[in-house]
């Protein structure tokens, strides 16, 4: 007999005892206009763990110059990928559809609620961890989709989710996935959508690059993990795809600022590699679980007119596995795995 119905008279409702499962991205903003992309860059730009500069001098830069200039030309960027249908980012989509299918997987335990959050914009982490309290979940398993950990990532999730159970009085126990960048489901996954969209090309590519999101050097000096993790994804790769380093080549993208980042940067490989001999090009985005702004225009847009203009032929961008069957085989093994001893 479920523990609940043993309540003393007048005792408050209570719903049954569940178990969530809440899949984190990065975030998105509401809209492609100047206020909307500036209440999202602000809350992005504002992290600590995102931007490590002084904080009154960054206060500074970020309200009297970035606030000003970028949110315009950011949302343009946004603009020519956003989804019109739905009025909302891919990612966003993407990330809905994740959940709605990890969810329709697990329709077997009925205890399992699956949802889904942006660690900047909407829907905020606070606002569905309460609602899966809210909803009975006494256990609540938090996965960053995030393939390799970075600080700026998957660390910044933790500190909003542990924030937010700070307010509450009856609090769930958490669990966090850990990052998944050399798990055999991932690699795996990775190299056979690789291998089928190259199949799908009109042209066979002299190289591909794996580029993933880049962070500034002295992330790395001071102890964070994603450099390697990134490095070792990519040798996995390398070798279940049989690729030397000059056929698959690690590069590092969306560089801000002034400061030196984890190189070789894309923009400059996919810039040089003509001159190389070089004319056919596939790029993938293995740190990435979901097509976003940065795969979708500057992979696929900024980088390909690059490449071009460099005196490059043919270009690709190869999809992010997003909610394909092998990305979403990946999720349920992650969430299998960690959801052992709760179920």
């Known amino acids: 007999m479920n523990d609940v119905s043993h309540k003393p008279p007048g005792h408050p409702a209570v719903p049954a005892r ?117 909803a009975g979940c006494d256990r609540i398993l938090i996965v960053p989709l995030y393939p390799q950990y970075a600080a700026a990532t998957t660390a910044t999730v933790c500190d909003k989710a542990f924030e937010a159970l700070a307010t509450m009085r009856w609090q769930p126990a958490l669990r966090v996935a850990p990052a998944y960048y050399d798990e055999p489901a991932y690699i795996e996954a990775i190299a056979s959508s690789l291998e089928e969209g190259l199949a799908k090309l009109p042209f ?46 690690m590069t590092f993208q969306s560089r801000f600022g002034t400061a030196e980042w984890l190189k070789p940067y894309t923009d400059k490989t996919v810039e040089g590699l003509p001159a190389k001999g070089v004319k056919n090009l596939a790029v993938i985005t293995p740190g990435f679980s979901s097509d976003c702004l940065e795969t979708l225009e500057e992979i696929a847009m900024e980088n390909a007119e690059i490449f071009r203009h460099a005196g490059g032929e043919n270009f690709a961008h190869i999809p992010c596995l997003n909610d394909s069957e092998r990305g979403m085989a990946v999720i349920r093994d992650v969430v299998s795995r960690e959801l052992m001893g709760w179920v």
């Open 204 to 249: 066979k590519p002299d190289a591909v690059i794996a580029s993933y999101h880049g962070m500034p050097e002295d992330y790395l000096t001071k102890g964070d993990p994603y450099y390697c993790q990134c490095a070792k994804t990519t040798r996995l790769l390398r070798e279940r795809l049989k690729l030397g380093e000059d056929k698959l080549i």
């Open 18 to 134: 569940r178990i969530g499962v809440l899949l984190v991205n990065l975030g998105t903003p509401d809209a492609t206009d100047y206020w909307s992309m500036r209440r999202y860059l602000s809350e992005f730009l504002s992290d600590r763990r995102v931007i490590e500069e002084n904080p009154v001098k960054w206060w500074l830069v970020l309200n009297l110059i970035i606030l000003t200039v970028r949110p315009g030309r950011k949302g343009r960027d946004y603009d020519k990928i956003w989804n019109r249908e739905k009025n909302e980012s891919f990612l966003k989509t993407i990330t809905r559809a994740q959940a709605d299918k990890l969810a329709a997987s697990l329709t077997g335990d009925a205890r399992i609620l699956v949802d889904w959050a942006m660690r900047y914009g909407n829907p905020s982490i606070r606002s569905r961890l309460e609602a899966m309290q809210s």
